[in-house]
């Protein structure tokens, strides 16, 4: 697979077939994601992979503590602004939306778009969840490391014709992961990659976000 279309092909997925990955599929994901560039090589990456009856474990402690008490639960690092701001919150909407169209789901449908927001803690039906996590010690650097990492991950299960899903929504829910996985206390979850085959038929795997135009982000210098 050429690198482009690793990269053009890789796509939200979030309904996925039960069809297991086995574990020498994921460890060579893991081979190829480890290449993945770091300041000074520091490779501060941690990665935690649930398949099976661990799986099933974490999903239903998760699920619950979505059900639970609202606001109990919060992330150990701001991803988003307090506030949010044009252009990004038209696009933040634009992508809300879009899943949700794709899903016959209306605006002012609530109840419909909170069991689609809990489909997270299922981690869309996939054979394997990896957890990623950094040393809290580390800094905002390791941040952008990490998200390297995960992209290589990302496209390495394209080479493996696997999809994913990247998914920070399990950040708030880190007292829940750190007992279910025993981790040490000095990690600090950073999101979660659901990973495994697509289902071709689920219409939330035909959502295609648009991106924006190279004007909107690019200033060329110099020609
Ligand atoms: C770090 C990160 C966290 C994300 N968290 C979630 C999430 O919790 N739930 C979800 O459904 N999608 C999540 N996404 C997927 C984004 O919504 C998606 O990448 C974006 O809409 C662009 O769509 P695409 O990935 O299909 O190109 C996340 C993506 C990234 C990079």
């Known amino acids: 697979m050429h690198v482009d279309d690793a990269i053009l092909s ?7 077939l039960p ?11 893991l081979h190829v994601a480890r ?18 009856e661990p799986l099933a474990a974490l999903r239903n402690a998760l699920q619950a503590a979505f059900d639970g008490e609202p606001g109990r639960h919060q992330a150990e690092y701001v991803y988003y602004p307090r506030e949010w701001f044009e252009p990004y919150i038209s696009r933040r909407r634009r992508c809300g939306y879009g899943l949700y169209d794709t899903l016959g789901i209306h605006r002012e449908e609530r109840d419909k778009r909170l069991t689609q927001a809990r489909r997270n803690y299922a981690f869309f039906d996939a054979p394997v969840a990896m957890i990623l996590t950094l040393d809290r010690r580390l800094d905002t650097g390791s ?4 998200g390297m990492f995960l992209q290589s991950l990302m496209l390495a299960a394209r080479g493996q014709g ?34 495994g085959h697509a289902d071709p038929k689920a219409p939330e795997n035909s959502f295609v976000p648009e991106r924006e135009g190279l004007e909107r982000f690019t200033r060329f210098y110099g020609g």
Do not use: K
């Open 143 to 146: 941040f952008m490391d990490c």
């Open 10 to 16: 890789r796509r939200s997925v979030r309904r996925f």
């Open 35 to 52: 290449q993945a560039p770091s300041g000074s090589n520091i490779q501060p990456w941690q990665v935690h992979v649930v398949t099976s």
């Open 162 to 195: 696997l999809h994913s899903c990247a998914q920070a929504a399990i950040a708030p829910y880190h007292r829940v992961i750190r007992e279910q996985l025993t981790l040490d206390d000095s990690e600090l979850v950073l999101c979660a990659l659901a990973l």
């Open 19 to 29: 069809t297991p990955v086995p574990r020498e599929t994921l460890e060579h994901l």
